[in-house]
């Protein structure tokens, strides 16, 4: 027996007769405004990592001790009062905070694409590649063989 449409349910067919791409073909203005979207949010989590040292280092300076636990608890305070103040989710916060302990701590000195470093110099892991950042930025993959894992140069 053929089932038909409910009186409720348009037919499948139904529309106004335009034609329209599939929902899964993502228009070049759409790319435009997802990768716009994506800036906005690299830049904000670039200016509130460098709020986060600024704090950083006004408690590391008040402090006088720069060994591993007085960089720990300098970061804690300048992400408390962060957080505090609204200015950082908890869980933002954090990963700032675990990036700042990274880029002050020596002996670390990997890092991945996607991750914000500090101004600084990193090589690519894989062709060696160097790439010069002035100021805070979010690490992309190596211009020259596209890999994701860098060393930061002394």
Avoid: W
């Amino acid at each position: 027996m053929k089932q038909t449409d409910s009186p409720r349910t348009p037919p499948a067919h139904a529309g106004n007769g335009k034609s329209r791409a599939p929902r899964g073909d993502v228009d070049a203005r759409m790319l435009d405004r997802i990768r716009a979207a994506a800036a906005i949010v690299r830049i904000r989590q670039e200016a509130l990592y460098d709020r986060l040292a600024e704090r950083f280092h006004a408690h590391l300076d008040a402090g006088g001790d720069r060994g591993r636990e007085a960089r720990e608890a300098a970061a804690q305070m300048a992400l408390e009062q962060l957080t505090a103040s609204g200015a950082l989710s908890a869980p933002l916060g954090e990963r700032l905070k675990a990036f700042l302990l990274r880029d002050h701590d020596p002996a670390v000195r990997h890092r991945r694409t996607g991750e914000i470093t500090s101004a600084g110099t990193l090589s690519c892991v894989q062709c060696g590649a160097a790439m010069p950042f002035a100021r805070t930025a979010t690490i992309p993959p190596c211009p020259r063989c596209a890999t994701t894992e860098f060393a930061k140069t002394p």
